[in-house]
């Protein structure tokens, strides 16, 4: 799997977008870009996840650029329970391989 | 149906001991995967299976971990001899392998977190 890197932590203001940059510069041309987060004591939950193209949900938005290489999650309006660590993840198909993630409070 | 399901939600247990862990996944997906977290870190993969198969296991399954999915329905991972270096939260996830071949957002459970005093 592609490696990927993250911020530790960032904070954001309540009802404000909240944009989570990712870096994948050695994504290969068959892996998608997945966001997942996790708030405490829960498992991690599924955002949104892309190939090429940019993707919008009722959570979020995932901005990739044209080469790939590096990807933005957008929360459009930023909640207190959007507080969580966020994990950008590259992949073929079938396995998931998390790294530290970025650690997000929205504070009010 | 109310997603997966993971039982016990906490565990513990003494040194030695054996314990074993159930997880539920949505009815009609076919990939089972368990991942184990410890605190601060992303989970890590331990292994996945398809229907009932199990396709891969990674380096840290030691042999004292054994996992079954014997109908294709629930799994359980069972841990022999526990450790304190075992203590950790252990998570269920399951997905879809459709016929076109793709995958896609896997849903997990709540863990069960483990402490080996």
């Known amino acids: 799997d592609a490696k990927t890197t993250q911020p530790t932590s960032m904070d954001c203001a309540e009802g404000r977008a909240a944009n989570l940059p990712c870096n994948h510069s050695?994504?290969?041309?068959?892996?998608?870009v997945y966001w997942y987060r996790q708030i405490h004591s829960q498992g991690p939950q599924y955002i949104i996840h892309?190939?090429?193209n940019n993707e919008t949900n009722e959570m979020a938005s995932l901005i990739i650029t044209e080469d790939r290489k590096s990807s933005t999650l957008i929360l459009p309006h930023a909640t207190l329970r959007d507080t969580a660590v966020y994990y950008c993840?590259?992949?073929?198909?079938?396995?998931?391989?998390f790294g530290a993630g970025t650690t997000v409070t929205v504070r009010a | 149906d109310t997603g997966v399901s993971q039982n016990p939600r906490h565990k513990i247990t003494k040194r030695g001991q054996n314990v074993t862990f159930r997880c539920d996944p949505i009815s009609e997906h076919n990939r089972l995967y368990w991942y184990r977290q410890t605190l601060g870190q992303g989970p890590e993969f331990l292994t996945y299976?398809?229907?009932?198969?199990?396709?891969?296991k990674s380096r840290l399954l030691s042999d004292r971990f054994s996992a079954e999915r014997p109908k294709g329905s629930f799994s359980t991972l069972e841990i022999q001899r526990t450790e304190q270096g075992d203590s950790a939260m252990y998570l269920c996830?399951?997905?879809?392998?459709?016929?076109?071949?793709?995958?896609?957002?896997?849903?997990f459970g709540s863990g069960t977190r483990l402490t080996v005093v």
């Open positions: 996830a399951s997905s879809i392998l459709r016929n076109n071949g793709k995958s896609h957002g896997y849903t």
């Open positions: 892309g190939l090429k």
């Open positions: 299976f398809q229907n009932e198969a199990q396709l891969e």
């Open positions: 993840i590259v992949r073929p198909f079938y396995k998931l391989s």
């Open positions: 050695t994504i290969s041309g068959n892996e998608y």
